[in-house]
């Protein structure tokens, strides 16, 4: 099978040949950019001088058309523009970026703050949330891949929401992550010197991911809610942990919770759930597909705190991606993914 890559070159991409590299289905990967084409990749990367010898390659909707997979890891606005020719002319679309995650195009340009990729196409991608929605995401051409955040807060939350175990209508998420977050391009804030020692909270209450949790909670659970959730900066490389707190609903023990988390991901080999919380960390996490759940009931507030933790670049994008690349291919979901994180 052949697989391109749109965005090769950031940190998005680098993780999509890590794991692609070692896929078994995968037999050529071609890498795509929009600015150094003719550039030898390993002349970037010395890392993978013995596998991405090649020259990046200018992005070509003729080319592209001929993938079985396409996968975009591109700034937001770049793939509405770039998608809408390829949606169901051939290969299978994995996009990384938020461009076709939110179904109201206006609520895309309030959060986001650019055009929306044309209605009738956002109607047509699939949110590739894949522990809810591998049989949508099975037949789609193109995969909505859902952003680091949702995917800790929702993997962790969705259970506890759709069997009412929790009270819908306060629900506050604190959230953190590592830098890559940001992707590679450098900036004020990610600069070492000032991201280095330093904690910050930032988008307050303004991010873009609000929608999209909204709309999944919605979606997957029928619950209809507006949440707060505010993001923040860890000087690190990798991880996002999330935070929620929720009322408990009258009667409902911390043993239903975690009987009800258990249950839910029974049969989904990325989801672990944990119950001391000395074994809960982004670095218990790092480098692979898991994604790590903590609940705990406090007693006193009768409130529960609810832990989600992953690699952002892994299961927050490159595995997650890889993980609906096998589900449409019918291949189990841990194909090319069977890694231990790195823990130090
Ligand atoms: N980093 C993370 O943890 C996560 C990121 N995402 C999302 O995935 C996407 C990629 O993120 P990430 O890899 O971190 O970002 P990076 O900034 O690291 O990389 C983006 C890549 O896109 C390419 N690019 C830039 N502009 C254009 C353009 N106009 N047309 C085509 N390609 C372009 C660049 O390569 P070149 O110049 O060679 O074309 C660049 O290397 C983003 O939308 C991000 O929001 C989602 C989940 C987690
Ligand atoms: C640390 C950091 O800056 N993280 C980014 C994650 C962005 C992302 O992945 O968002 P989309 O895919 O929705 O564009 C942020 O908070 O905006």
Redesign the pocket.
Known sequence: MRVGI????????LELIRFLHNHKAVERIDLF????EGVTFSSKFGHLVHIADTP?QK?DYEALEKFDVVFT????G?TSE?LPPLVGKGPKLID???DFRLQDPASYEAWYGKKAAPLEIIQQSVYGLTEWNAENVQHASLVA?P??YPTAVLLSLLPLLKERLIDSSFLVIDAKSGI??????PSQTTHFSEANESLSIYKTNAHQHIPEIEQAISMFTGVDTTITFNTHLVPMTRGILSTSYAPVMPGVTEEQLVACLRSAYEKHPFVRIVTDANSLGTNRVKGSNYCDILVKVDSRTNRATIVGVID??VK??AGQAIQNMNVQLDLPQITGLDVVPFFI
């Open positions: 749109v965005g090769a070159t950031g940190y998005g991409g950019t929009s600015s150094e990046l992005i890891s591109t700034p937001s770049v770039l990384l970026s938020g891949n952003g680091c890559s977050g940001a992707g590679n391009k952002n670049l927050g994008a």
